[in-house]
């Protein structure tokens, strides 16, 4: 069975850092694509970062470019996002999600993907 735990979140003030952890269970992931999502309050869910399955490469909204990297550990099976420079508006509950398949592309569209973690709270106070 395959799963997915997010875990780093937590409340941090405005300006300072988190490192969010996504590690998966029952299936390695390698060359699948992957995306973080993140879901505030009375909001829809929206694409934050991910990794391509079929050129590896890393993409990121705009809203977060140049403040959040991802990474992986393809060893550990888990994948990271480093959120640097956080601001309120970045208050939401995160999730790690990967697409079924391997070589997929990333896709910005949380329907196209089939695994999901329970999610991790981040709060940023101002």
């Known amino acids: 069975q395959v799963q997915l735990v997010e875990s780093g979140g937590g409340l941090v003030q405005a300006g300072g850092s988190l490192r969010l952890s996504c590690t998966a269970s029952?299936?390695?992931?390698?060359?699948?694509?992957m995306g973080w999502f993140r879901q505030a309050p009375g909001k829809e869910r929206e694409f934050v970062a991910g990794?391509?399955?079929?050129?590896?490469?890393?993409y990121y909204a705009d809203s977060v470019k140049g403040r959040f990297t991802i990474s992986k550990d393809n060893a550990k099976n888990t994948v990271y996002l480093e959120m640097n420079s956080l601001k309120p508006e970045d208050t939401s509950v995160y999730y790690c999600?990967?697409?079924?398949?391997?070589?997929?592309?990333?896709?910005?569209?949380?329907?196209?993907?089939?695994?999901w973690g329970q999610g991790t709270q981040v709060t940023v106070s101002s």
């Open positions: 999600a990967f697409r079924r398949g391997i070589f997929t592309s990333l896709t910005r569209n949380e329907g196209d993907y089939a695994y």
């Open positions: 990794f391509s399955g079929s050129d590896g490469h890393s």
């Open positions: 029952g299936r390695t992931f390698g060359g699948s694509a």
